[in-house]
C-alpha cells in the first residue's frame, strides 16, 4: 500500500494560485486511481477532482471546473492539483487519495488511502 505526502499549501490572494503535490511511496503507484478532496472548517469533506490510473481519465466537482487541472506522472510517482482563479470558498484542507479497487474516484467513494492533508488559505 502506499504512503502519501501533500505539499505545496499555504496563504495566497484572492485570484491567485497555487499547484498542490502528492508524493506517494513505492513501486505501485500507477496501479492507484487518484483524487483530492478538501475539508474547509466546520464542513464536511467534499471531493474536488480525480484522476484515472493512465491519467487520460480526469473528473471534477462542478464549483472547480475551468480553475483547477488535475495531472500525474507516473515516473515520478505524483499527483498534482494546479490550482487557478482561487476563491475565499477554496480555503480548505487538501488531502490526496488513492484506490486501487476502483476505476473512477467520485464524490461517493471511500478511498482506501489518505494522505495528511495541506492547508490552502485564500484570503480575499
Known amino acids: 500500500q502506499v504512503q502519501l505526502v501533500e505539499s505545496g499549501g499555504g496563504l495566497v490572494q484572492a485570484g491567485g494560485s497555487l499547484r498542490l503535490s502528492c508524493a506517494a511511496s513505492?513501486?505501485?503507484?500507477?496501479?492507484?486511481?487518484m483524487g483530492w478532496f478538501r475539508q474547509a472548517p466546520g464542513k464536511e469533506r467534499e471531493f474536488v477532482a480525480s484522476i484515472t490510473r493512465s491519467g487520460a481519465g480526469t473528473y471534477y466537482e462542478d464549483s472547480v471546473k475551468g480553475r483547477f487541472t488535475i495531472s500525474r506522472d507516473n515516473a515520478k510517482n505524483t499527483m498534482y492539483l494546479q490550482m487557478n482563479s482561487l476563491k475565499p470558498e477554496d480555503t480548505a484542507r487538501y488531502y490526496c487519495?488513492?484506490?486501487?479497487?476502483?476505476?473512477?474516484?467520485?464524490?461517493?467513494?471511500?478511498?482506501?488511502?489518505w494522505g495528511q492533508g495541506t492547508l490552502v488559505t485564500v484570503s480575499s
Open positions: 487519495a488513492a484506490d486501487r479497487s476502483i476505476s473512477v474516484m467520485t464524490a461517493y467513494s471511500n478511498p482506501e488511502v
Open positions: 513505492g513501486r505501485t503507484f500507477s496501479s492507484y486511481v
